[in-house]
């Protein structure tokens, strides 16, 4: 199987590529990125073809698509902040550019096509846990054009056949995951933070609870998906239903390390959801050979991967 992922160079991507090169089933791996949010020595040592440019380039999608027979599109422009700075950026990137993706693939004939959605289109919804039939209500741009991103997947699976399939990422953490931007995800926030010995910063109260989800895990997933060539008519949930307070990952992290863990507190952000919780039964049944990897032992695996690192450059991360 001749896999293309777009966004390949970024944290989930670059976990997928390494992942996807040590399957048996996967022949070749092609990766597209503008490097915009990915760098490329996130892919240091891996033996895939880099298509430098943009899912919104038809020139470098149709280059990176030629010949590929299953395509993982994980590029966006993440985060609900940056995307209440620059709406229309995250429009682009994350709906424009689907679009263009399932476009390509069309073109190029290709039979299978995952697309990465995100639990934050479920916004105002308060009902937990969050099954993929209930409603909808993004509360950011960056949740609207992540729906918008599911909605184009799935209507080209209806209207032209193209077998898809929609995965709504939460909150996914682990190995390779950037903390040193202003968008950087909470897991490697505070990880950085406990090991410097500097108080970790915790938006709002810290009772808000996420179902956090490691990045092997997510790539387990994806690669059986790919072997089998899984479809499905809705979007499935890809977290296993296990939500935890962000002040009980700064307690799990305290006795990681041995010592307790200061705290400051800030404002709430805007658009950020209070709650996050996975129906996984869907996902269960589609997949029920997956094992998820423990919260517990995935924290574990972040922070010996970035106490590991001196010289983050060298490591192939920053």
């Known amino acids: 199987m001749r896999v293309l992922v777009t966004g390949g160079a970024g944290f989930i991507g670059s976990n997928l590529a390494r992942a996807a090169l040590g399957d048996p089933a996967v022949k070749e791996v092609t990766v597209l990125d503008d490097l915009s949010v990915g760098l490329p020595g996130n892919l240091t040592g891996l033996s895939v073809d880099l298509v430098e440019g943009s899912v919104l380039d038809p020139v470098a999608l149709d280059t990176a698509m030629a010949g590929r027979e299953a395509v993982v599109h994980l590029a966006a422009l993440p985060s609900v902040p940056r995307s209440l700075r620059d709406p229309m950026a995250s429009h682009h990137a994350n709906a424009t550019g689907t679009l263009m993706v399932l476009e390509a693939a069309r073109r190029h004939h290709v039979g299978h096509v995952v697309v990465a959605s995100s639990s934050s289109v479920y916004g105002a919804n308060p009902l937990l846990p969050k099954a993929e039939l209930t409603w909808t209500r993004p509360m950011s741009p960056y949740a609207a054009s992540k729906l918008s991103a599911e909605a184009y997947a799935l209507a080209y699976q209806a209207s032209f056949g193209l077998p898809t399939l929609a995965f709504r990422f939460f909150n996914v953490f682990g190995p390779g995951q950037r903390h040193d931007h202003a968008y950087a995800a909470v897991i490697p926030r505070f990880v950085h933070a406990a090991l410097h010995g500097e108080p970790v910063v915790v938006h709002g109260d810290g009772t808000q609870s996420r179902d956090f989800?490691?990045?092997?895990?997510?790539?387990?997933?994806?690669?059986?998906?790919?072997?089998?060539r899984v479809k499905h008519p809705h979007p499935v949930n890809l977290a296993f239903g296990a939500r935890v307070t962000l002040l009980e990952v700064i307690d799990e992290l305290a006795g990681l390390l041995g010592r307790p863990i200061a705290r400051e507190h800030a404002a709430a952000r805007a658009g950020d959801v209070p709650h996050s919780l996975s129906d996984d039964t869907r996902l269960r049944e589609l997949f029920p050979d997956v094992a998820p990897v423990d919260r517990l032992d995935g924290l574990r695996a972040t922070v010996e991967w970035m106490s590991g690192r001196r010289d983050v450059a060298t490591a192939g991360f920053r």
Do not use: F, K, M, W
């Open 213 to 228: 989800t490691y990045v092997g895990t997510v790539c387990q997933v994806i690669l059986d998906a790919l072997r089998r």
